[in-house]
């Protein structure tokens, strides 16, 4: 697999993850998370590019958000569960509950 970068961008209470391919830093992933008054990490804007999907690269990017919750002392990782219309969304569960995502 051809090697993919990973950017992460904080703010006092939100992250950033931007995945990109090494060459030609074609944007392939991203993920945005905030910071929710009750402690937890909301994700929003989860998607990886059709064509990489189950090359772990959701997974790496859900790393550095889980790096940061424990920078920031958050209790948990919540998500909405809006999956894309075009993908089958017991996918969906399967990737959060891998990763110990609560379906909010
Ligand atoms: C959800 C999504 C971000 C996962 O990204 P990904 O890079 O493919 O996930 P990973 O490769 O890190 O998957 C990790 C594990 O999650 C599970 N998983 C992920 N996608 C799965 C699928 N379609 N079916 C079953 N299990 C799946 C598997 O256990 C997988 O491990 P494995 O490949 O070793 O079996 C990606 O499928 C996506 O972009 N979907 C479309 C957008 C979307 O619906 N986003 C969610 C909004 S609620």
Do not use: C
Request: zero cysteines; a negative charge.
């Amino acid at each position: 697999m051809a090697r993919v970068e990973y950017q992460v961008e904080t703010a006092q209470s939100s992250i950033s993850v931007r995945a990109h391919t090494g060459v030609e830093k074609e944007l392939i992933g991203h993920v945005d998370g905030f910071t929710t008054i009750n402690g937890s990490i909301s994700l929003n804007n989860l998607w990886v590019d059709e064509g990489r999907r189950r090359q772990g690269i959701g997974t790496e990017m859900l790393k550095r958000v889980k790096d940061w919750g424990e920078e920031i002392g958050a209790r948990s990782i919540i998500a909405p569960f809006s999956p894309d219309p075009n993908v089958d969304p017991e996918g969906v569960i399967a990737f959060y509950n891998q990763n110990g995502i609560i379906i909010d």
